[in-house]
Antibody, heavy 121, light 111 residues
C-alpha cells in the first residue's frame, strides 16, 4: 500500500524558516516524480513544486519567488520542502503527492494526510 | 494560460446522480485531467485520470458509481446512487510543461 506521511509543520513567525518532510513507503520511491501541494484555510488546492525521480529537474509555482526549495533523498525514501522567508499567506496545509506513473509527470495518484504550517507572530 | 474552471457548488439528493463539470481554457481542449475528492477535514483522494476521448482509469478502490466522460474542452465526473459520504469537495487537476493546475473545486452537497 502506498503511504505518504508528511511532518515538520508548526507555528513559525513571519520571516522564519521551516523544513517539511514526506516519508514514502509501499512503492519504489526513486521511480516516481513527486510534488508539494498546499491548501490555505477554507481555500482550494494550489500546486507548489515538482521534482523529477532523480531530482535533476525541479519546478516551482511562480508565486513562491525563490523562497522554497524542494529536494529528495531516494536512499531514505523521503521528499523535502525547505521554506524560507515565510509570510502569513504561506499559512496552509501542505501535502506531498505522487505522480501517477513511474518516470512520468502529470496527474497525482496518491496523497499524504498533510501537515499544517501556520505563519503568525 | 492553462486554467480549469469549476462551478463552486452543486447539490443532489441521496440516491440520485450528479454530473460535475471541469472546463479547460481555450487552446487546451486536448488535455487530460484528474479528478480528486476531498471529504471534510481530510486530505485529497485521487478518483481518476480522464482523457480527452473520455477514456479513464480509476484509482484503487474507487466504486463503479464514479465515472468520467469528456466533450470538447469539458471534462465530467458523474456520481450515481449518491451516498452521504459523497458529500465533499471535488477538484479537477491538469498539467502543462512546467506547471500543474487545479480547478477551484466544486462543493457537492447531498440532500
Amino acid at each position: 500500500e502506498v503511504q505518504l506521511v508528511e511532518s515538520g509543520g508548526g507555528l513559525v513567525q513571519p520571516g522564519g524558516s521551516l523544513r517539511l518532510s514526506c516519508a514514502a513507503s509501499g512503492f519504489t520511491f526513486s521511480n516516481y516524480e513527486m510534488n508539494w501541494v498546499r491548501q490555505a484555510p477554507g481555500k482550494g488546492l494550489e500546486w507548489v513544486s515538482y521534482i523529477s525521480s532523480s531530482g535533476s529537474t525541479i519546478y516551482y509555482a511562480d508565486s513562491l519567488k525563490g523562497r522554497f526549495t524542494i529536494s529528495r533523498d531516494n536512499a531514505k525514501n523521503s521528499l523535502y520542502l525547505q521554506m524560507n522567508s515565510l509570510r502569513a499567506e504561506d499559512t496552509a496545509v501542505y501535502y506531498c503527492a505522487r505522480d501517477g506513473a513511474p518516470y512520468s509527470s502529470g496527474w497525482f495518484d496518491s496523497w499524504g494526510q498533510g501537515t499544517l504550517v501556520t505563519v503568525s507572530s | 494560460q492553462l486554467v480549469l474552471t469549476q462551478s463552486p457548488s452543486a447539490s443532489a439528493s441521496l440516491g440520485a446522480s450528479v454530473k460535475l463539470t471541469c472546463t479547460l481554457s481555450s487552446g487546451h481542449s486536448s488535455y487530460a485531467i484528474a479528478w480528486h475528492q476531498q471529504q471534510p477535514e481530510k486530505g485529497p483522494r485521487y478518483l481518476m485520470k480522464l482523457n480527452s476521448d473520455g477514456s479513464h482509469s480509476k484509482g484503487d478502490g474507487i466504486p463503479d458509481r464514479f465515472s468520467g466522460s469528456s466533450s470538447g474542452a469539458e471534462r465530467y465526473l458523474t456520481i450515481s446512487s449518491l451516498q452521504s459520504e459523497d458529500e465533499a469537495d471535488y477538484y479537477c487537476q491538469t498539467w502543462g510543461t512546467v506547471n500543474w493546475v487545479f480547478g477551484g473545486g466544486t462543493k457537492l452537497t447531498v440532500l
